[in-house]
């Protein structure tokens, strides 16, 4: 496991080569890695569900979209979806990230060396979710702890005790942060995602449910979306020639952004338990198996990715990565994350003319779950 969370791509690519369906004694759960596999698996929901009540994922993120299937997934997405469309976001989160940006930019514009992960993209990433929630933006450093908290227990996969102990603690801290917001909220409403859930009755939401509800958007908001600045960052410098493309010409940033979405998925994996007996790739599984949909694999799968170990920002199909998962469970947030990666790199690169990591560097993705540089030393000019 360890290993994995260092450099898993020469695994994967003998995985997806001799053994697509892998099975994992040291976490007694199955690898799929490809990904015609993997979309199936995503799109069978009555083969494959979320729901257990032993997951860590259940009990850091509680009940709620991610967390269940079927009717009641769908009753507890759909508040969010049209507050979370791109086309509703734009309006007010694009100046919102481009001013923070610039914030940002201004607090280390002179210094030798800046982490762009601490400086830069945690902060863009949790501000921005706080701010559209309707939290405040303010509280952001312990909201970001909280989270780092959430992200270890999803990662623990080992059953570390103290680990399990202090996101526990955690999301009890964060839960009665939200309902203090909340009953804010109903005695000065307003137009924010939280303000719309507790005045409009008609999505029948329990305080619960939104508790749970806030506290899976702001972990999916920060915890991958700084990642994928972060991520996407890392890839442009140590790819400098196309960085320089993308200086030419700025319309190349969408597409880069998908690219580094494919070629470094903050999460690596989707958790799916088995319902009922079936086949995967010839591999006979049981009701009550565990999948892991290995993302970061099926995003090199060379049957359709050309050069799938390449950095290619110019990549035709690079929009048809799994990093937001598919199907009913596809990222709420994947609009925003998009948009924030989006802005943030333009108004980086408009801001500097140079950027170059500092060496000798460690500062590469890690992790098996979630996966980003931990920091992102750069000199910029």
Request: proline letters at 4%.
């Amino acid at each position: 496991m360890a290993a994995m969370g260092v450099s898993p791509y020469s695994t994967f690519s003998q995985m997806l080569q001799h053994e697509p369906v892998s099975w994992i004694p040291e976490i007694g759960m199955w690898y799929v890695t490809r990904r015609e596999d993997v979309l199936r698996i995503l799109a069978d929901t009555h083969t494959f569900t979320v729901v257990n009540d032993e997951s860590p994922m259940r009990q850091v993120l509680g009940y709620n979209m991610l967390t269940t299937d079927g009717a009641e997934q769908a009753r507890l997405r759909r508040p969010f979806a049209t507050a979370f469309a791109p086309r509703g976001l734009r309006g007010n989160a694009v100046p919102f990230i481009e001013k923070l940006a610039h914030q940002l930019i201004a607090t280390f514009a002179d210094k030798t060396t800046v982490d762009l992960k601490a400086e830069f993209a945690d902060i863009i990433a949790i501000q921005t979710v706080i701010n559209i929630l309707g939290l405040a933006v303010a509280d952001y450093a312990q909201i970001r702890r909280w989270v780092s908290d959430f992200a270890n227990v999803m990662s623990n996969f080992n059953g570390d005790e103290n680990v399990s102990k202090r996101g526990k603690q955690s999301v009890g801290e964060f839960s009665d942060y939200v309902l203090h917001h909340v009953d804010i909220l109903r005695q000065s409403p307003n137009e924010t995602v939280l303000g719309r859930m507790v005045q409009d009755t008609s999505y029948q939401l329990s305080d619960a449910e939104i508790v749970d509800a806030a506290r899976v958007i702001i972990f999916g908001g920060v915890e991958t979306t700084s990642a994928l600045i972060v991520n996407t960052l890392w890839c442009l410098l140590n790819h400098p020639q196309q960085l320089d493309q993308i200086r030419a010409n700025p319309d190349l940033i969408p597409n880069a952004v998908e690219e580094a979405l494919r070629y470094e998925s903050p999460v690596q994996t989707c958790t799916r338990h088995v319902l009922q007996p079936t086949e995967v790739c010839g591999v006979k599984l049981d009701a009550g198996d565990t999948l892991q949909c290995m993302l970061g694999a099926a995003n090199r799968d060379p049957s359709y990715f050309h050069n799938a170990d390449t950095f290619n920002i110019q990549r035709e199909n690079a929009r048809d990565h799994l990093a937001f998962a598919n199907g009913k469970h596809f990222c709420i947030g994947a609009g925003l994350a998009r948009m924030e990666a989006e802005v943030s790199i333009r108004v980086l690169l408009e801001r500097f003319k140079h950027i170059a990591l500092v060496y000798p560097t460690e500062d590469v993705p890690r992790g098996y779950e979630f996966r980003s540089p931990e920091q992102l030393r750069v000199v910029c000019e």
